[in-house]
């Protein structure tokens, strides 16, 4: 079970930060986490991701540089970190867990589909205000 909290109101250029406890029978560091966000009329796309250990993250273009996802395995908790926010973050936004990679000739792919996660949390709204 995932559960969400941190989101908001917030203006443009300010931050939040968005934590995922995990709790369940699984070991929470045997599994890959991520966020996805979805706004009214769209699709859920992935926004970050990160692997079992933490050593590894992965972000789509338009977050990359003012978001930071990292994870605390001894807390059983996932957090996003989001800096200069900009009203097109404004969005619900998805807690993920037991996410798959594939492995390929470049090395391991962070599965980035919504339809390939696992289990979900539910979500957290966060608005940016210009």
Avoid at 16 to 35: D, E, I, K, P
Avoid at 52 to 66: A, C, L, N, P
Wanted: one cysteine or more.
């Amino acid at each position: 079970q995932l559960q969400a909290s941190g989101g908001g109101l917030v203006q443009a250029g300010g931050s939040l930060r968005l934590s995922c406890v995990a709790s369940g029978r699984r070991t929470f560091n045997s599994y890959n986490m991520g966020w996805f966000r979805q706004s009214p009329g769209t699709e859920r796309l992935f926004v970050a991701g990160i692997n079992r250990s933490g050593s590894s993250t992965y972000y789509t273009d338009s977050v990359k540089g003012r978001f930071t996802i990292s994870r605390d395995n001894a807390k059983n908790t996932m957090s996003l970190q989001m800096n200069t926010l900009k009203p097109e973050d404004t969005a619900v936004y998805y807690c993920a867990a037991d996410i798959p990679t594939h492995s390929s000739d470049y090395g391991e792919i962070f599965d980035r589909s919504a339809n390939s996660v696992g289990s979900w949390g539910q979500g957290t709204q966060v608005t940016v205000s210009s």
